[in-house]
């Protein structure tokens, strides 16, 4: 296998710059030749960044970055790491100095303490690896290699810790048009604001134009004169740059090619791919063009997409950034894209980066007559709605179907991979469940899955697991619904797409009520508008459009079940509707009472009364209790005994379903399959020691499901019904398994093995969930429960031998393939 591995990655032959090279000799030169001329500093005049607006750091923060390198700080950084990751040149990966901590950590914070003082270290630590990766299969041009970094182990925690550093504080410095790498802003942030964007500007029937722009190589190009510079606009310190300089600048590389290590030369620009590092100065460079971009928008010659609507004045969206990828709203007018054109020239200048303007598109939005003549003028692709970005639909209509093909599509790259090997339906299960399960997840994180789309991805999930991808038909012994449920409740834990769905969207409803400042927040209450004391947003009952809110917003009433309040000031809480006091809300619990208060939507504050330093609550009802009603209202205001208003402190939303009261996808998703409550031995089932394919054979003989002669006869099979073990009894899955004189010989050797006297019941199900023993020793414990389940992996083997190959074991032989298997079993233990 490992050799099949070495040859599938073997370079025969490689192109580089248009000439197809082949000789040994010859690709080596020529791929350092390449990377030489990539990473080299080529010189020249570059305009100053010193007229850009930039955001900075306060003296506090920029000290924080130069504070003394802690213990507990690098320690949190080595276990933070991924230890398993291939090693730099060194040789040694994170998991040998995680092991070996407390006997490294003396010299580690040694190393740390020099590099405190010095700002420097020995180059030697600093040598890296390039190892090429190909970026799609079956390629040959070194262009479609990404050059991945494998840097030294010691400098590697060195810039994790740097990069901790730098990632607390690197969002006061990046603008809200940039969504990568800064802690609370995500990926799928910048898709939504594309879309409600562009969902406003189709609204607006106005024309105009998006560039989805491509830079070529960028981590390579960066010039480190022009990323230090920016460093220094924004306020960070001069031994934190300093840091910085010595980090990209004393960088030795060799590419490690076939095997063996060629060439080693030393760079003068770009930054590494697989640096800790570099994610966050990229953005810090790239917010250059951010920079150039809003001083456009601000002096008119760009005009962004307007997202507006009932909320007020509208954002604009000017441009969006995640790393590299990059959009660009403006007007379809050839001033706009001559000013675009000189933004982008001016930036690469700036920066050395490159923009790739044959690879970049321009799509119109809209009726936008002289199209291709903008196109022409930009020099780069014409592109068409719905497009894509960051690997999800731009512009695509509410539920069209057709933007899920491509999801379909790696079910089924997948499929073919697996289908060329015989797996039980143990490994399918692993796969279906780490694989099939996760590959729509990206999707159904923004976008609603339609009920078409989801029954025909859950249906290849179920194919495959039950058939294997065979080309006919294989039953489907246990219903789906059930297969779907939890281990716990019978099932065997797949998800049900739809309902992973609205768990996922879950979130956005969550993630509204609690952030304050995030550009996607901003853009959707300027379109809704917000409701409920602001937790969520107005609804909408204009049309779909693009735009991806008013579908997520559908899930506010379903999520809102899930929610309570602890409040603060009550100035954003509903006194009766909302839940505060208790576990439901006072008009579920007082209806006669909330039936006869004068203010039905009353926030929380306007109900107290404040009295010096004290207060009381002051419920208004429309006319006075009766007497007959007073034990109501001493329970209600025993309720509400306990609970004061905290002046200056803002309420906040609470998530019931988990015991921190913070959402998670998997409590919503948990909370929307409830507990059935069924009785089911699935610890003994799901034994670890057991392999997966003798699981889920039980789990199937457990709900008796397993291919017996009755269960063929139900499906219209007409065969014999007798045991082929005993040949005297009906076949049943509980004969076979259970009461069958081949399976009693099993059973009285089990129990003689643990010493037990045991009556066995009637069925399988209630066999298993009676299989207690007290025993002392957990691996005796572990042999127990594993016992019941080697017997019907054995007891199935030879009555499937008996049928498909008609030989049969005798009884001996039966009794030592059982123990042989038990056996091996119980040294893995």
């Not at 917010?287 to 997202?307: H, N, P, T, V, Y």
């Not at 000031?569 to 839940?579: A, I, L, P, Q």
Request: net charge positive; hydrophobic share 45%; aromatic share 12%.
């Amino acid at each position: 296998m490992a050799n099949a591995r070495r040859r599938k990655n073997f370079l025969s032959s490689i192109t580089v710059d248009g000439r197809k090279l082949t000789e040994e000799s010859e690709i080596k030169e020529g791929v350092v030749n390449a990377f030489q001329n990539i990473l080299a500093e080529k010189g020249g005049w570059r305009p100053s960044i010193l007229g850009l607006p930039f955001s900075s750091l306060d003296s506090v923060q920029a000290g924080l970055l130069e504070d003394v390198f802690s213990v507990e700080e690098v320690q949190a950084a080595v276990f933070g790491l991924n230890g398993d990751k291939a090693p730099g040149p060194d040789g040694f990966t994170l998991a040998f100095w995680q092991f070996c901590w407390d006997i490294v950590k003396h010299e580690v914070m040694g190393f740390f303490a020099e590099f405190h003082s010095s700002g420097r270290f020995e180059r030697s630590l600093n040598s890296t690896f390039i190892v090429l990766i190909p970026k799609k299969g079956g390629t040959d041009d070194l262009k479609d290699f990404r050059p991945i970094s494998l840097v030294g182990s010691l400098y590697k925690i060195l810039a994790k810790v740097l990069a901790n550093r730098l990632k607390r504080v690197v969002g006061n410095v990046i603008s809200n048009s940039q969504h990568a790498f800064v802690e609370g802003r995500q990926i799928l942030d910048a898709v939504l604001i594309a879309n409600e964007a562009l969902d406003s500007r189709l609204k607006s029937a106005k024309g105009g134009i998006i560039c989805k722009m491509d830079i070529e190589k960028a981590y390579d190009h960066v010039n480190w004169d022009f990323l230090l510079a920016i460093l220094d606009k924004m306020g960070f310190g001069t031994r934190w740059v300093n840091w910085m300089r010595w980090c990209i600048s004393s960088i030795r590389f060799s590419i490690l090619l076939n095997g063996s290590l060629v060439g080693f030369f030393q760079s003068s620009r770009g930054l590494r791919q697989g640096d800790p590092l570099s994610p966050f100065l990229f953005i810090l460079a790239m917010e250059a063009l951010s920079s150039i971009l809003k001083r456009a928008l601000q002096g008119g010659f760009l005009e962004g997409f307007m997202a507006g609507g009932r909320g007020g004045e509208g954002v604009v969206v000017s441009h969006l950034l995640f790393a590299d990828d990059t959009l660009v709203f403006c007007d379809a007018s050839k001033e706009h894209v001559e000013v675009l054109s000189w933004a982008f020239m001016w930036f690469e200048a700036m920066s050395g980066l490159k923009i790739n303007l044959h690879k970049s598109e321009l799509i119109p939005v809209g009726v936008v007559p002289n199209f291709e003549d903008l196109a022409r003028a930009l020099g780069c692709k014409v592109g068409s709605l719905p497009s894509c970005y960051l690997g999800l639909p731009l512009g695509a209509a509410f539920k069209l179907s057709r933007v899920w093909d491509v999801v379909e599509e790696r079910f089924q790259k997948r499929l073919a991979l697996w289908k060329r090997q015989y797996l039980s339906k143990g490994g399918r299960l692993t796969l279906v469940k780490s694989t099939l399960s996760s590959l729509p997840i990206y999707f159904m994180s923004l976008f609603i899955i339609p009920r078409k789309v989801s029954l025909r991805l859950e249906k290849i999930q179920r194919d495959f697991l039950w058939g294997g991808g065979a080309s006919q038909s294989k039953p489907h012994l246990v219903n789906w619904s059930i297969v779907c449920m939890e281990k716990k409740d019978g099932g065997l834990g797949i998800r049900n797409l739809s309902k992973l769905n609205k768990a996922l969207l879950g979130k956005w409803c969550w993630r509204f009520a609690s952030e304050q400042d995030s550009l996607w927040k901003q853009v959707i209450v300027r379109k809704f508008g917000e409701e409920d004391g602001g937790w969520c947003s107005g609804d909408s009952r204009e049309s779909h459009g693009v735009g991806l809110w008013k579908a997520i917003r559908k899930g506010w009433m379903e999520f809102s079940k899930r929610v309570a309040f602890k409040v603060g000031d009550g100035s954003r809480v509903r006194f009766w509707k909302d839940r505060w006091c208790g576990e439901d809300s006072l008009d579920e619990a007082f209806p006669r009472l909330y039936y006869l208060a004068s203010s039905k939507d009353a926030w929380v504050a306007q109900l107290w009364d404040q009295f010096k330093s004290l207060g009381y609550w002051n419920p208004v009802f429309t006319r006075l209790n009766n007497d007959w009603e007073m034990e109501e209202v001493e329970t209600f205001f025993n309720r509400l005994h306990g609970h004061v208003l905290r002046r200056g402190i803002e309420d906040v939303m609470s998530w019931r379903a988990s015991k921190k009261d913070l959402f998670t996808v998997k409590s919503f998703f948990s909370s929307l399959t409830p507990c059935i409550g069924r009785e089911f031995p699935s610890n003994l089932v799901w034994n670890p020691w057991v392999p997966k394919k003798v699981s889920f054979f039980a789990w199937e003989a457990i709900w008796g499901r397993i291919l017996t002669m009755d269960q063929l006869k139900r499906r219209g099979w007409v065969l014999p019904s007798r045991c082929y073990l005993c040949k005297a009894d009906e076949e049943s899955a509980n004969h076979v398994l259970i009461h069958c004189p081949k399976a009693a010989m099993i059973w009285h050797l089990i129990f003689a093995l643990f010493g037990v006297h045991w009556v066995l019941p009637n069925s399988i199900k209630e066999t298993i969930l009676g299989w207690n023993g007290t025993f002392v020793g957990k691996k005796r414990k572990k042999a127990w429960n594993a016992a019941p389940l080697c017997l019907f992996w054995t007891l199935w083997n030879e009555r499937n031998r008996r049928i498909f190959e008609d030989t049969e074991l005798a009884n001996q032989a039966i009794l030592r393939s059982f123990l042989y298997m038990f056996l091996d079993w119980v040294r893995s233990m």
